[in-house]
């Protein structure tokens, strides 16, 4: 039966695509590339409304509760995130240091682009975790011990890289086809391997993430007391629970009583004799119990059924995958570290996620729909499909000059005209 509940909260926002697709004159500078390919205005209005709906309400409520009720949790942000903030709405990147300052409060740090990195570069993967422990440390003066990749994306070859990036533990999804007749209620650990795996119980985190508003649902309404009593009786010492950020107030609006949920959980759980702590809290409590689980070469996720498919499942996907591949490399050639910046933007997950729903139905296919910008709708799905993979075929033409530069020779004053390769 649980005795301690990690509960994992994230925090991201993409950089979402100009579309339709912009030309690139050649020779164009980086932030003129940049503005060609990302729709700033766009994930302006975005933010500004999830911060509206969900960001501040939900941070008020927490701060609140840490204060007041000795909550203890843990929250993750990409760097794409933390950027949009402090660029729109610099009180609430002050609002989330505040809660960061409290006891009982832990950052978690994210893959920073929240991209397919590690699918195409795992080295470079390890080194940009690295840097990213180091700027969220700069930032927020908390050293960051336990990571969430991108979508807990976790696998063989990532377990060992996140290992060589210093963490001492990261996120997965707990799903049956990984876990086997394993409790998702322990803490695991690969082969001899040091890293630990906190491990998100699947069903109950989305018991919340996906169906607290669904009145067709046998569990609706759910009650936090019917909740903590589901969370205590869970096989294990630990259950960890972990939802996006915007569930609270975005993905389940304030008159479905979400926040009247989340202000009830605290004293459910003490009730239920179940106690809130943060992962590194629950790393010492129950790291001496930590079972060895044989990761697969596969990876698995929390995204759509767990597997690489909601992301490479169709293929228009795995043709922008292709892509992705094209503009990193392309990129690399030119040695120019802002246009290799501009390719692991290009990288991020969303990218793929939001054209899950082609050819696809069901209740993933709704999710990836819900999540693509209504504005791009009014192209059509074929036009859509389109300007996407345009958006990386302009980028990757774009890069000509750059690479050619890179390749002259250098000149009779012994000057070399090759830029330094790009060190993230």
């Known amino acids: 039966m ?73 929250i993750g942000l990409s ?12 009180g609430l990147v002050e609002r989330l240091s505040a809660l960061f300052r409290l006891p009982g409060v ?12 590690p699918y195409l570069d795992v080295t470079r993967f390890a080194r940009n975790m690295r840097a990213m422990r180091r700027e969220l440390a700069r930032r927020f003066g ?25 963490f001492q533990a990261m996120f997965m ?39 607290f508003s669904d009145r067709t649902w046998p569990g609706w309404p759910l009650m936090a007391d019917a909740y903590a009593a589901w969370v205590a009786d869970t096989p294990g010492p630990v259950t960890v629970l972990g939802w996006d950020f915007e569930t609270f107030g975005e993905h389940h609006a304030a008159s479905t009583g979400i926040f009247d949920f989340l202000a009830s959980l605290s004293g459910s759980f003490r009730s239920r004799g179940v106690a809130t702590c943060t992962p590194g809290e629950a790393l010492r409590r129950h790291g001496a119990a930590t079972a060895e689980l044989t990761l697969p070469a596969h990876v698995c996720t929390w995204a759509g059924s767990g597997g690489i498919e909601f992301f490479l499942g169709n293929q228009v996907q795995q ?38 729903w082609w050819g696809a139905q069901g209740d993933e296919a709704q999710v990836s729909a819900y999540f693509t910008p209504h504005e791009w709708w009014r192209l059509g799905p074929d036009r859509i499909v389109m300007e996407v993979q345009r958006v990386y075929e302009n980028f990757v033409q774009a890069l000509d000059g750059a690479v050619e530069r890179r390749m002259m020779p250098p000149t009779r004053a012994g000057a070399a005209s090759a830029l330094p390769a790009a060190q993230l």
């Open 142 to 166: 908390q050293k960051v011990r336990v990571t969430d990749t991108t979508e807990m994306l976790v696998s063989n070859d990532i377990y060992y890289a996140v290992a060589r990036a210093g």
């Open 319 to 356: 043709a922008v995958f292709r892509l992705m591949h094209h503009a990193y490399n392309k990129a690399l050639l030119s040695g120019d570290p802002a246009l290799v910046d501009l390719a692991l933007w290009l990288m991020q997950s969303d990218h793929l996620h939001l054209l899950q």
């Open 79 to 90: 760097l794409s995130w933390l950027r949009q903030a402090e660029r729109w709405d610099p």
């Open 173 to 211: 999804d707990g799903r049956d086809w990984v876990l086997g007749d394993r409790s998702p209620g322990f803490l695991y650990r690969h082969g001899s391997g040091n890293l630990k795996l906190l491990v998100r119980h699947h069903a109950l985190s989305d018991d919340v993430g996906y169906r």
């Open 2 to 74: 649980s005795e301690s509940v990690v509960i994992y909260l994230l925090l991201h926002q993409p950089r979402r695509l100009r579309l339709p697709a912009q030309p690139i004159p050649r020779g164009a500078s980086p932030e003129e590339i940049g503005r060609s390919l990302f729709d700033e205005d766009l994930d302006r209005s975005y933010f500004e409304r999830v911060a509206e709906r969900s960001y501040r309400p939900t941070l008020e409520l927490l701060d609140r509760q840490v204060r007041e009720e000795g909550f203890r949790l843990s």
């Open 106 to 117: 832990e950052l978690v740090g994210c893959e920073p682009y929240h991209s397919l990195l």
